[in-house]
Structures are given as C-alpha cells and as structure tokens.
C-alpha cells in the first residue's frame, strides 16, 4: 500500500488530500507512477490512474509488486474487439480467467500457445452450461499499435473455430491505451517491450495467465507457460461453485 500527499505544495491557499493506494506501474521516462488509490475523500472517487512524480528521488522508491491471492485487483478499463469500452469490474459474479498475448508473436510456445489453451479452456466449459455461465475468458493484447479491435476481432475468431459465428459473449479479446495495457500488465506481474533494434518487428515479453474469483479478488496467477488447460478449467470450476 501507498500512503502520501497529491495536490501541489507551492500555494497555501491550494487543497492538499491524503492518498492512500497500490503502485501498478512506474514509468520512469514520463515520470509517472500508475495508482489503484481509494477513495479521495473530498475530491475523487476510488480509480486506477497515472500520477505525475516530479522528484527522481520519490520514483526511484516507487516500485510496482507482483500481488498476492486475495488482493483486490483494480477496476481496469479496456477496449474488446467489438471497440466497447470494457471493465474488470463489469465481470463481477463470475470466475474471470485473463491472459496476456500480441496476435504477431511468432513463438509457437508463448502467444500462440495461450490463446490454443483458451480455446481448449473455452470448449471444456461448453460441456458444463452451469459452470460456463458463471465464468468468462479475457486476453488482453499489449500490441495496441498493430492489435485494433478489428485485428483481434478476427484473430478471437480463428482461435474459437467460430469464425462468422463467434459472438465473443464468453471470450473476448481486449487492448487500450499504451498507458491502460501497461497498467494491467505490470500490475500483474508481466513486463514487455518492443524489440526495435532487430528489425523483425517483434515484442519481446514475459507470460502471465491470471484467474479472478466472483469477488474481484486474485485467486490465482500463473507465470511461464507449463500451465494445462485442465489446470483452470477445474480452478474456475471450484470459483463458480463459490
């Protein structure tokens, strides 16, 4: 948790206010630190949100950690392949398995094989009615640049088998803004960044699949890429009897 003051200091006659929260991303080049605050008494509701940190000093001690089941995660926004505007917390009531991919990543093992896990994931669970209305996929793309809606909307596709017929009611495909796929990246753990010195375009990255009780809190988050399919289908099976 975070404890510190925001609001300028240099006019006493200006508003300062108590913000209490978790550091989800430090972005040092732009001087930012990307906060889930509380409550602002006074001036802001609780929200994710970049904070701009003047001092090189207090940056350096700002450091964004990996959380721990249990944990609260943000309401983070995003747009689905449909160009919605989506939130984590519009999931609320159902188990929420999310992963992270870009639809260029050429490794067979990595991106490729997330979103074949997800389709064998999403296949099991149409075997279950009960348990297939009480959960719903996420993968989250953090190519923003090349991966629009209209990109994911048909990559989505081709991973469901539905092609045409896919409605993206159960799975979907999201991104956002550099600043918002950054944000929920980092906050789970996953660092990225484009590899522009080889000339081949690519994103160089880490792996993390995330699952999300109905309550919003982290349940369960998968690094590397040895996980099964049957691994979560049968944790989502034990968050949807919750």
């Not at 991303?25 to 609780?46: F, L, Q, R, W």
């Not at 996929?137 to 017929?165: M, N, W």
């Not at 995330?210 to 040895?226: A, H, Q, S, T």
């Amino acid at each position: 948790m975070l404890g510190s003051n925001c609001g300028p200091r240099r006019n006493p006659n200006e508003k300062r206010y108590d913000l209490k929260g978790k550091v989800v991303a430090v972005n040092k080049s732009d001087h930012t630190a990307t906060i889930a605050h509380e409550d602002i008494k006074g001036y802001m509701p609780a929200m994710t949100m970049p904070f701009k940190i003047k001092n090189d000093a207090d940056l350096e001690m700002l450091k964004a950690g990996e959380p721990k089941p249990g944990t609260d995660v943000p309401d983070f926004g995003l747009v689905n392949q449909d160009g919605k505007r989506i939130h984590l917390a519009q999931y609320r009531g159902r188990a929420l398995a999310l992963t992270f991919i870009y639809t260029r990543c050429p490794m067979p093992d990595q991106c490729t094989l997330m979103s074949n896990n997800f389709a064998a994931i999403d296949q099991e669970l149409q075997k279950q009615p009960d348990v297939y209305a009480k959960t719903h996929l996420l993968t989250i793309s953090f190519d923003p640049e090349y991966d629009s809606p209209k990109v994911l909307r048909s990559y989505g596709a081709s991973h469901s088998g539905r092609y045409t017929d896919e409605t993206f009611q159960h799975w979907e495909f999201a991104t956002g803004s550099p600043d918002e796929v950054k944000g929920i990246a980092q906050f789970f753990g996953l660092r990225y960044f484009h590899d522009t010195e080889s000339g081949q375009d690519q994103v160089i990255h880490s792996l993390r699949t995330v699952l999300i009780g109905p309550d919003g809190k982290l349940f369960k988050l998968y690094r590397g890429n040895e996980w099964k399919p049957a691994e979560i289908v049968n944790d989502l099976q034990s968050l949807a009897q919750k």
